[in-house]
């Protein structure tokens, strides 16, 4: 669990890096940021806004023969451990990242590498290095009053609204590429923050795991358990699925299967979809993790338990105890009307 808001900024630096096949030039200010109150709390809302509204999708820095390779880890790794080299050091930061800017794609913009102190992740305080950029420029008004008319000047700057690149670097698992959050609003250039200049890999952890079984659960469902039985059967297995994980502290897939597959006869479909569709989502050798907690609550409010009925009617079965469809919702088939139809039984109407 990550909490954002009691963090502070302890120092910002503040660079330009321009696109190297434009012939675009890098600028790095001599001197740190001098922060007062009103602008930091400006910039850290524009920085960390993003990851409060983002799922908690960890990566971590990757090297094929050793994370000690890796162009950013020294530097960070060396930040860490004196912070007081923050600034040099963003130098370093910013220089990689204007190295990596030839694509004709990339944009130009402001790097901004922040130092926090108290970010607070499974109730531990901890520090990070955020390193940011700035790269779409908006228009926007200004008023200047004259002796007898307001005149309008138009002026570009950041729109402090939307970040357009950042990553936030934990100082925890170092020995593991650290753990790393990241955004990216803009599309045209994917591979260039991810890939080309942070170089970062997936962390494997079992939030990771838990979510990626479970949304390979959810196309299962989509794919296999919906034509070969029907949405009730869809929206049911997928109830048991979430269930299983929500009331397991670990996650063993002969068991899951056992108690979730209400037909027998889809478990070798499970299997071979797993075999097939696997490498996807990162499981095809994965049968036995820790479940994250969090990330079963998350995937809960992400399925959709509704039955959509060509005659524009809705059925929402809004339970936590799959069992309860068993028992008051049926599936039938009208010979008259030549229709489907459900049949739910319930006591007596619930007040909105």
């Given at each position: ?18 696109n190297?096949?434009?012939?675009e ?20 809302e ?24 890796h ?27 204007f190295d ?24 531990e ?6 390193i ?8 926007f ?10 005149d ?32 990216d ?21 079992e ?9 390979f ?5 989509k ?11 869809e ?7 979430v269930n ?21 006869e ?45 005659t ?10 799959p ?30």
């Amino acid at each position: 669990m990550l909490n954002l808001y009691p963090s502070q900024i302890e120092s910002l630096s503040v660079h330009r890096v321009g696109n190297k096949s434009r012939n675009e030039n890098i600028f790095l200010s001599r001197e740190p940021y001098l922060l007062n109150d009103e602008i930091t709390a400006i910039l850290k809302e524009y920085f960390l806004k993003p990851f409060r509204e983002k799922e908690e999708n960890y990566f971590r820095f990757a090297n094929e023969v050793d994370v000690e390779f890796h162009p950013l880890y020294d530097i960070i790794a060396e930040t860490f451990t004196n912070p007081a080299s923050a600034h040099e050091n963003s130098k370093k930061i910013a220089t990689h990242l204007f190295d990596q800017s030839s694509h004709p794609h990339i944009k130009s913009g402001e790097v901004y590498v922040a130092y926090f102190s108290d970010m607070v992740m499974d109730n531990e305080k901890i520090d990070a290095i955020g390193i940011f950029k700035s790269e779409l420029k908006h228009d926007f008004l200004q008023f200047r009053e004259s002796e007898t008319n307001l005149d309008i000047v138009i002026q570009q700057g950041v729109n402090i609204n939307k970040l357009d690149k950042g990553c936030l670097i934990f100082n925890i698992h170092k020995d593991e590429g650290y753990k790393i959050l990241s955004v990216d609003s803009n599309r045209y250039d994917a591979k260039y923050w991810v890939e080309n200049f942070l170089g970062v890999s997936a962390l494997t952890d079992e939030n990771f795991f838990t979510k990626k079984y479970l949304k390979f659960c959810q196309d299962f469902a989509k794919d296999v358990v919906l034509p070969a039985e029907d949405k009730k059967q869809e929206v049911m297995f997928m109830n048991r699925a979430v269930n299983h994980f929500a009331k397991n502290d670990d996650f063993e897939e002969t068991n899951f299967l056992n108690e979730v597959m209400d037909n027998p006869e889809l478990i070798p479909e499970f299997k071979h979809y797993k075999v097939e569709k696997g490498p996807k989502y990162h499981i095809e050798d994965v049968a036995n993790f820790p479940i994250a907690n969090k990330a079963v609550s998350e995937a809960r409010k992400k399925i959709k338990n509704v039955i959509n009925l060509d005659t524009n009617i809705q059925i929402k079965m809004d339970f936590v105890n799959p069992e309860s469809a068993e028992k008051f919702v049926e599936k039938g088939w009208d010979e008259e009307k030549q229709m489907y139809y459900y049949l739910v039984y319930f006591n007596k109407e619930e007040k909105s």
